[in-house]
């Protein structure tokens, strides 16, 4: 089945910078893009960019652009999330997702999240 | 980028009742892509409605997809106590795929 299994649980501290990981099984690591969407205490979910473990290729939301970055290693099925120069509305749950099916579908299996809190 | 707004922001009903959540957005949603998920405290979202009207794999048909273009609408028709939820749309048109900021149905 398929399985996305993220890193666990970060605290960190402002300024600093916070690599995520997302590894992937039960299904063909290159055939199916991966999104990363984040979701604050309380609030909803915001999207923040998508990558194609095939060849690499990311797309960011512009809010994250100049702070994020999302790679993928094929030899271990695994993608992750850096996100640099930390602040306290960082914190959140980050979730990886696989799109439901291959080409243009929506998000259908979640990691599990991972809490990131930022604070001094 | 494409702003989605649902409404209400919650809806209270009680089980046995029809909820109808809306989602609009700013700009066309080409190809109609817009999706619903449902979410639970503590948990991450779970896809119920893709292409604004297809269910995925094992979503009762209880609900069920509408809308085209900038109007959409989420349908269950007769809550069970496990429907009490969160739900947000999102376009996955066009990048950034933006989430709408949810509506919560709770307990009458």
């Known amino acids: 089945q398929v399985l996305l299994v993220q890193s666990g649980a970060e605290v960190k501290e402002p300024g600093a910078s916070v690599k995520i990981s997302c590894k992937a099984s039960?299904?063909?690591?290159?055939?199916?893009?991966i999104h990363w969407v984040r979701q604050a205490p309380g609030q909803g979910l915001e999207w923040m960019g998508i990558?194609?473990?095939?060849?690499?290729?990311?797309s960011y939301a512009q809010k994250f652009q100049d702070r994020v970055t999302m790679t993928r290693d094929t030899s271990t099925s695994t993608v992750y999330m850096e996100l640099r120069g930390l602040r306290s509305d960082d914190t959140a749950v980050y979730y990886c997702?696989?799109?439901?099916?291959?080409?243009?579908?929506?998000?259908?299996?979640w990691g599990q999240g991972t809490l990131v809190i930022v604070s001094s | 980028e494409i702003v989605l707004t649902q409404s209400p922001g919650t809806l209270s009903l009680s089980p046995g009742e029809r909820a109808t959540l809306s989602c609009r957005a700013s700009q066309s949603i080409s190809s109609n892509y817009l999706a619903w998920y449902q979410q639970k405290p503590g948990q991450a979202p779970r896809l119920l409605i893709y292409?604004?009207?297809s269910r995925a794999t094992g979503i009762p048909d209880r609900f069920s997809g509408s809308g085209s273009g900038t109007d959409f609408t989420l349908t269950v028709s007769g809550l069970e106590p496990e429907d009490f939820a969160v739900y947000y749309c999102?376009?996955?048109?066009?990048?950034?795929?933006?989430f709408g900021p949810g509506t919560k149905v709770d307990i009458k």
């Open positions: 292409g604004a009207s």
């Open positions: 039960g299904f063909t690591f290159t055939s199916y893009f």
């Open positions: 997702a696989r799109v439901y099916y291959g080409g243009n579908f929506p998000v259908g299996y």
């Open positions: 990558i194609d473990p095939s060849g690499g290729s990311t």
């Open positions: 999102q376009q996955y048109g066009s990048s950034p795929f933006t």
